[in-house]
């Protein structure tokens, strides 16, 4: 349903599956709107790419909805030590390349979250750490052969079979999953949006 003129409403700048059923999970009431927003990469540095994206999408919606709330998000796995970003895999070639790589270590996920309402725009940023076991290429072929990991940002789900890849995390699990809960809710507070409206 599209978001309804002259009525102030709460929109999410995304169409992603993840997004939405979290901030169901909870109880906002929102729609949903595609933001077209071209995503940018600053190598070596996710927390700027994630917020910059972040404010992207929720302005691009913003502009086409000026008198509603929106929020936007962003995504994407870390490794510190390469320091190599991992955005959405876009085939199974990605998912097995970026496994290889990300597995018997830990990684970061960072997220970036964008609240805009009027004149005023918080940005804020989460990180967590996830921690992968050593994973033979026989449990990395079955995966790819799964086909979960597109169009996961680093290829893979921890809200999915991926789970039995993770062997613990430090931070948010909601931010690995694509929206840090407890963060958004507090921008969203701000704003005036509450979950238990
Ligand atoms: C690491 C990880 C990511 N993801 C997902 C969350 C995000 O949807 C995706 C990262 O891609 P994003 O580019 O952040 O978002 P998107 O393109 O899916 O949606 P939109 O731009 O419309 O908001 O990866 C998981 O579902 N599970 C995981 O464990």
Known sequence: MPPVPGLMQFILASESARRVDLLNSVGYRFQTVKSGFPEVDHEGDPERTVRENARGKAEAVSNMYPSDIVLGADTVVYLPEERETFGQAKEPDDVRRMLKRL?????????????????????????????????????????????????????????????????????DYTNVVGLPLSLAARMLEHVGVGWYE
């Open 103 to 171: 597995q018997g270590r830990a990684h970061e996920v960072h997220s970036g979250v964008a609240v805009i309402r009027g004149n005023r725009i918080l940005v804020r940023h989460a990180r967590t750490e996830v921690r992968m076991r050593p994973l033979p290429e026989r449990d990395i072929e079955a995966y790819v052969t799964f086909g979960e990991g597109v169009g996961k940002a680093g290829g893979y789900a921890i809200q999915g079979v991926a789970a039995v890849f993770v062997e613990g995390i430090i931070g």
